[in-house]
């Protein structure tokens, strides 16, 4: 099931686009385009028109602006994404302050700034949500799970 909470939206309809891309009638690749729509249908009335007239080509091109940086994303994914660099931030910063207060030997913290670079981001947002950031700059890595904040 879908949950625009956590996933993207512009990503659900890429899928549905490639899906239609062989086949423009199928049903049930509309239908999932549909459901993911309902929650963006006022604020990307351009993506909602493409899906009522089930014109597969202009839903095509849309997905292809978004991915090619010429479209913003839609207003909820780039929600999603606020929250999960928000996220990110906040594990991150749990994780240094774990690894600098760890108790040393004689029962004092050592006090040592921490060498964590990278971390595994918060399990509540989907993968294809890091990838965006990582395509987008704000994160790198994503091998092994592992993601760091991108230096500017």
Partial sequence: ?????????????????????????????????????????????????????????????????????KRPLPAQDQETLRRAMKAFHKTLKATLLDAESGIGGRGMSTGQASSIIGIQPPARFTPEVWNQLVRMGELRGGRHGIYEIAKG
């Fill in 1 to 69: 099931m879908f949950d625009p909470a956590v996933s993207l939206i512009s990503r659900a309809l890429e899928s549905c686009a490639v899906e239609l891309q062989n086949d423009p009638a199928n049903a049930a690749a509309w239908e999932k385009a549909a459901s993911v729509l309902g929650v963006v249908r006022t604020s990307d009335p351009d993506v909602a028109a493409a899906i009522d007239a089930k014109d597969a080509p202009v839903l095509r091109a849309i997905v292809e602006l978004w991915f090619a940086g």
